[in-house]
């Protein structure tokens, strides 16, 4: 059972940035692949970024070369650096991780205004 816990969120102006942390209860070494996903009001989740334990990523188009994801094995935590923030960015964001299933955080509100 892997627990995970995000920090981060917040409400920011657009152009400005946030960076989302979400910590595991266990090594992510041994977690398959980490990711972030969101969901706007009225929308589906959808994927923001992921990335395996190779440490191969993978962005949405919408957030390329704004967002970037990255991990601290020794810190357990999966991190979500995001810049030039937009409106349409505003959504809870959720921590992922696959360990032979799927897991969830709980969730971090994220609101950008214009």
């Avoid at 920011?12 to 009001?41: D, F």
Wanted: aromatic share 8%; net charge positive; charged share 15%.
């Amino acid at each position: 059972q892997v627990q995970l816990v995000e920090s981060g969120g917040g409400l920011v102006q657009a152009g400005g940035s946030l960076k989302l942390s979400c910590a595991a209860s266990e090594s992510i070494i041994n977690i398959n692949a980490m990711g972030w996903y969101r969901q706007a009001p009225g929308k589906q989740r959808e994927l923001v970024a992921t990335i395996t334990s190779a440490g191969n990523t993978n962005y949405a188009g919408s957030v390329k070369g704004r967002f970037t994801i990255s991990t601290d094995n020794a810190e357990n935590t999966v991190y979500l650096q995001m810049n030039s923030l937009k409106p349409e960015d505003t959504a809870v964001y959720y921590c992922h991780a696959v360990r032979f299933r799927s897991y969830w955080g709980q969730g971090t509100q994220v609101t950008v205004s214009s």
